[in-house]
């Protein structure tokens, strides 16, 4: 099954970037779409876009203008970058892996990292 | 925007009952061409993430209980659980994954009476 550790600053500014990392240990990284999902407080979660080691990408519409997500296979690991953060950027963050053959669907989730946006 | 509803918010069920909980989206999540619907169905539990148990709208992830059923097509779509266990307390969520944005419902709460 592997396993999906996310690390990075817990609290992040108004108006910058949040910078997550996903490492991803006990398969390849060529295999699977890696999917970023955010779920704020006691709410839903909300997708927010997956990567490929091909280079594909698919955002949400909704955050496409401010989200990044690449993949490294030299290190195992994927990112997300979300820029001009607001405090509505608060959430719990996911690093996800899809089933075998759809990529928007979360076969597997990280334990979460908590980001807080405030200054 | 594609709305994904749930009903109800929450719901108490004795042990051993059965649970419905339904889906409704704003727009068809049906795709034509391969006759399936694109909808999952997660469950999350306090303090974890939330873990797959359906998707295509029916079909069951590797290791979920026979217990759990999906049904519908379309806009309308049900998780059904046949009898109602202890550890089966969470939150349900459902999630469309034939538009772009992968929206979720608002999730229903699932105790026990």
């Known amino acids: 099954q592997g396993q999906l550790q996310e690390s990075g600053p817990g609290l992040v500014k108004p108006s910058e970037t949040l910078s997550l990392i996903c490492t991803v240990s006990?398969?390849?990284?060529?295999?699977?779409?890696w999917n970023w999902i955010r779920q704020p407080p006691g709410k839903r979660p909300e997708w927010i876009g997956y990567g490929h080691y091909s280079g594909s990408t698919k955002y949400n519409p909704s955050l496409k203008s401010r989200v990044t997500i690449s993949v490294d296979t030299s290190k195992n690991q994927f990112s997300l970058k979300l820029n001009s953060v607001t405090a509505a950027d608060t959430a719990v963050y996911y690093c996800?892996?899809?089933?075998?053959?759809?990529?928007?669907?979360?076969?597997?989730w990280g334990q979460g990292t908590l980001v807080t946006v405030s200054s | 925007d594609i709305v994904m509803t749930q009903s109800p918010d929450s719901l108490a069920v004795s042990l051993g009952e059965r649970a419905t909980i339904n889906c409704k989206s704003s727009q068809s999540v049906f795709y034509s061409s391969n006759n399936k619907n694109y909808l999952a169905w997660y469950q999350q539990k306090p303090g974890q993430p939330p873990k797959l148990l359906i998707y295509?709208?029916?079909t069951r992830d590797s290791g979920v209980p026979d217990r759990f059923s999906g049904s519908g097509s379309g806009t309308n779509f049900t998780l059904t659980i046949s009898s109602l266990q202890a550890e089966d307390v969470a939150v349900y969520y459902c999630q469309e994954y034939y538009y772009n944005s992968g929206t979720f419902g608002q999730g229903t709460k699932v105790e026990i009476k």
């Open positions: 006990g398969g390849s990284i060529r295999s699977y779409y």
């Open positions: 295509m709208a029916s």
């Open positions: 996800t892996r899809s089933t075998v053959d759809t990529a928007m669907v979360i076969g597997y």
